[in-house]
Nanobody, 112 residues
Framework: QAQLVESGGGVVQAGGSLRLSCAASRITFNSYTIGWSRQVPGKQREYVASISGQGTTNYADSVKGRFTISRDNAKNTVYLQMNRLKPEDTAVYSC??????WGQGTQVTVSS
């Protein structure tokens, strides 16, 4: 069964950095666009960033210039480097593959 597992969440002060990882198993990893989305309880899920199997990246306007998505196909892992974090970045961050396989999510909390 295909699986995605996120890690790297935590608590950080505003202006700080975190790097999230999304490790995939039992999928043809380099065939999938892998993305990150985030959700705050009571609010709609929000797209954050995505990267195609060939490395083409896209970002939400709210994170452009602060977040960087990358992938290591040899390790079946996608990373989300988050810099200059803001309190409004606080959410549960989940990765997904092809829009059909989802991880369990990791909490990111940015304190002011």
């Amino acid at each position: 069964q295909a699986q995605l597992v996120e890690s790297g969440g935590g608590v950080v002060q505003a202006g700080g950095s975190l790097r999230l990882s999304c490790a995939a198993s039992r999928i043809t990893f380099n065939s999938y666009t892998i993305g990150w989305s985030r959700q705050v309880p009571g609010k709609q899920r929000e797209y954050v960033a995505s990267i195609s199997g060939q490395g083409t990246t896209n970002y939400a306007d709210s994170v452009k210039g602060r977040f960087t998505i990358s992938r290591d196909n040899a390790k079946n892992t996608v990373y989300l480097q988050m810099n200059r974090l803001k309190p409004e970045d606080t959410a549960v961050y989940s990765c997904y593959a092809g829009g059909v396989i989802w991880g369990q999510g990791t909490q990111v909390t940015v304190s002011s």
